[in-house]
């Protein structure tokens, strides 16, 4: 009953936050950017959350993965490589199939980085935006949950992964070129530093500038060669940042 009513809350004070900024851009007739309004899903959805929070809490995580589907799916297609690149690194996968960057602003506003301390964060999120959101847009969204990342867990390097090439049938215009059109916006929060930014896109596409199915059999979601050509081309910069 505790978990429901709390959830319940939790649902409220969402929609209340997310009403009072819509009235606030009407008021000023300002746009509202979607993307960076904190946003649950459903009970599912938020059960998955819980149990991120949970091993947070136990702590223990060096290296920390962010994102969605294509993050979320190394427990299944990319598991064999997860395996030997990053279970040995006391790695967590905090990611969730559909999420959207409003969804992990909530999730990290949520408890989600709270008592965890890795040494890395490697972060990949937007392609879900990309046929409501702008680039801009979403780019913005990405810099906001990289603060809120560093707010949480000070001490933490990001790599900040391009957002990957996807050319389904059913895709429209805007989502087969978003990738092009955010991954220069992200590039600029690389500071040499405490955020470095990361393009292998070259790794999935073939000549003609699109997604093979010998990589991604939907033409968005790697499979478990593409998990492998995405740990061989992460690993000399995560190597480095892990030390």
Same mark, same amino acid.
Do not use: C
């Given at each position: 009953?505790?978990?429901?009513?709390?959830?319940?809350?939790?649902?409220?004070?969402?929609?209340?936050?997310?009403?009072?900024?819509?009235?606030?851009?009407?008021?000023?007739?300002?746009?509202? %950017?979607?993307?960076?309004?904190?946003?649950?899903? #459903? !009970?599912?959805? $938020?059960?998955?959350?819980?149990?991120?929070?949970? *091993?947070?809490?136990?702590?223990?995580?060096?290296?920390?993965?962010?994102?969605?589907?294509?993050?979320?799916?190394?427990?299944?297609?990319?598991?064999?490589?997860?395996?030997?690149?990053?279970?040995?690194?006391?790695?967590?996968?905090?990611?969730?199939?559909?999420?959207?960057?409003?969804?992990?602003?909530?999730?990290?506003?949520?408890?989600?980085?709270?008592?965890?301390?890795?040494?890395?964060?490697?972060?990949?999120?937007?392609?879900?935006?990309? %046929?409501?959101?702008?680039?801009?847009?979403?780019? #913005? !969204?990405?810099? $906001?949950?990289?603060?809120?990342?560093?707010?949480? *867990?000070?001490?933490?390097?990001?790599?900040?992964?391009?957002?990957?090439?996807?050319?389904?049938?059913?895709?429209?215009?805007?989502?087969?070129?978003?990738?092009?059109?955010?991954?220069?916006?992200?590039?600029?929060?690389?500071?040499?530093?405490?955020?470095?930014?990361?393009?292998?896109?070259?790794?999935?596409?073939?000549?003609?500038?699109?997604?093979?199915?010998?990589?991604?059999?939907?033409?968005?979601?790697?499979?478990?060669?593409?998990?492998?050509?995405?740990?061989?081309?992460?690993?000399?910069?995560? !190597?480095?940042?892990?030390?």
């Amino acid at each position: 009953m505790k978990k429901f009513s709390l959830r319940l809350l939790i649902a409220v004070a969402s929609l209340v936050f997310f009403t009072d900024v819509k009235s606030f851009a009407q008021e000023t007739n300002a746009p509202v %950017n979607t993307a960076i309004v904190p946003a649950p899903r #459903d !009970a599912g959805w $938020v059960a998955r959350h819980e149990g991120f929070v949970e *091993i947070a809490k136990a702590g223990g995580v060096d290296l920390l993965f962010i994102g969605d589907s294509i993050t979320d799916f190394w427990r299944n297609r990319g598991s064999s490589v997860w395996n030997t690149f990053y279970a040995p690194r006391h790695a967590a996968n905090f990611g969730i199939s559909g999420d959207r960057t409003q969804n992990v602003i909530w999730r990290i506003d949520h408890g989600e980085l709270d008592g965890i301390k890795p040494k890395v964060t490697v972060l990949m999120i937007g392609t879900n935006n990309s %046929n409501n959101n702008s680039p801009a847009e979403i780019a #913005d !969204a990405i810099h $906001v949950i990289l603060d809120k990342i560093h707010a949480k *867990i000070p001490d933490t390097k990001i790599l900040l992964l391009g957002v990957f090439p996807r050319n389904r049938p059913n895709d429209i215009p805007a989502q087969i070129e978003a990738p092009d059109q955010i991954n220069p916006l992200i590039a600029k929060f690389d500071d040499g530093k405490t955020v470095r930014y990361l393009n292998i896109n070259s790794q999935f596409v073939g000549a003609d500038g699109k997604v093979p199915a010998s990589i991604m059999p939907d033409f968005l979601h790697p499979n478990a060669y593409g998990y492998q050509l995405w740990a061989d081309a992460m690993e000399p910069l995560l !190597a480095d940042m892990m030390k």
